[in-house]
């Protein structure tokens, strides 16, 4: 089993037809992907071409979701136009958006997070690398690639990943497939202050998945998102969790890569979030090379098969 995304989920790509959107187009279709639709207003009737591949474009959402029964959608609108991208998903009744776009203006997510309330559709992102699921072909092909991550670094296994960080999302895939275990899914939830969904959303489908057998939580200086998933993690999950923080080094006050990490309160600190885990009883990571050793050492403690 897998969250959110299956081999057979449908998608439609935003901004398909732009130069970055077609590249990851190309990649997810190479990967299996069921990439049935993209969207690009005043582009409706041509075609994205890649191999054997046809994929019709609509000049909105709306008309692409009835035409190929596409249940979630990959953004890659520009910034000044990725709030209304998302908003026509909601307004389509899609299951799930997933906002890869970088930069979207923090006023715009808390328009879009407020119209989103009591609406059907999650929202993954923005700035973030998007959702795999991995597939049983070679190089983990035949699953579903949403976004930007690489695909042939993944393996279809039972260890579940989420991660504020793309390149650190990235380096724990591969260190669980070069131990053999593999990924259920894996899930960039991006570093924006004003995002769709947690760590805390993330880590209960994976606690509710059968086939997640421990989870990976990867986190950052700045808010108490980790905190709050951690807390959760220590009342609610039995399954092994590893977790590691990033910006241990990072002074306070000073903004640091991403736009949400901000050290502010005293929970915000690498040093207070690793406590919280270690007080959880979630295995702490020393560094980004010991997450899957991490993982297999709380699986140990826990009696736990990752198999």
């Given at each position: 089993m897998s969250i959110l995304i299956t081999p057979e989920t449908?998608?439609?790509?935003?901004?398909i037809t732009g130069a970055f959107g077609a590249r990851h187009a190309q990649l997810s279709l190479d990967y299996g992907t069921q990439v049935v639709a993209g969207v690009t207003p005043g582009k409706g009737g041509q075609f994205f071409e890649h191999q054997q591949h046809k994929v019709p474009i609509f000049n909105s959402v709306a008309e692409a979701a009835a035409a190929t029964g596409?249940?979630?959608s990959a953004i890659f609108v520009p910034p000044p136009f990725a709030a209304d991208a998302i908003?026509?998903?909601t307004e389509a009744g899609l299951d799930l958006v997933v906002a890869i776009t970088e930069g979207i203006p923090v006023r715009d997510m808390v328009r879009v997070k407020r119209a989103m309330v009591g609406r059907k559709t999650r929202l993954?992102?923005?700035?973030?690398?998007?959702v795999v699921t991995p597939g049983t072909g070679p190089d983990s092909?035949?699953?579903?690639?949403?976004?930007?991550?690489?695909?042939?670094?993944?393996k279809k296994g039972h260890v579940g990943i989420v991660s504020r960080s793309g390149t650190l999302t990235y380096e724990a895939v591969w260190q669980v497939t070069c131990m053999g275990l593999g990924q259920?899914?894996?899930v960039g939830i991006g570093g924006d202050p004003v995002n769709g969904t947690s760590h805390l959303d993330v880590i209960k489908l994976f606690n509710a998945d059968p086939d997640t057998k421990g989870i990976i939580m990867i986190g950052e200086i700045g808010g108490t998102a980790e905190v709050e998933a951690a807390r959760w993690i220590k009342e609610n999950c039995s399954k092994p969790v590893a977790g590691f923080i990033a910006g241990a080094t990072a002074p306070a006050g000073r903004r640091m890569g991403h736009a949400g990490a901000v050290i502010g309160g005293k929970e915000d600190t690498a040093a207070a979030k690793i406590a919280?885990?270690?007080e959880c009883g979630i295995e702490v990571a020393v560094t980004p090379s010991d997450m899957a050793d991490a993982l297999r050492r709380s699986a140990r403690a826990k009696h736990k098969k990752l198999a």
């Open positions: 449908k998608i439609l790509i935003q901004g596409a249940t979630v908003l026509e998903c993954i992102g923005p700035n973030c690398p998007g092909s035949g699953g579903c690639r949403i976004g930007i991550a690489p695909g042939y670094i993944h259920s899914t894996c919280i885990f270690q």
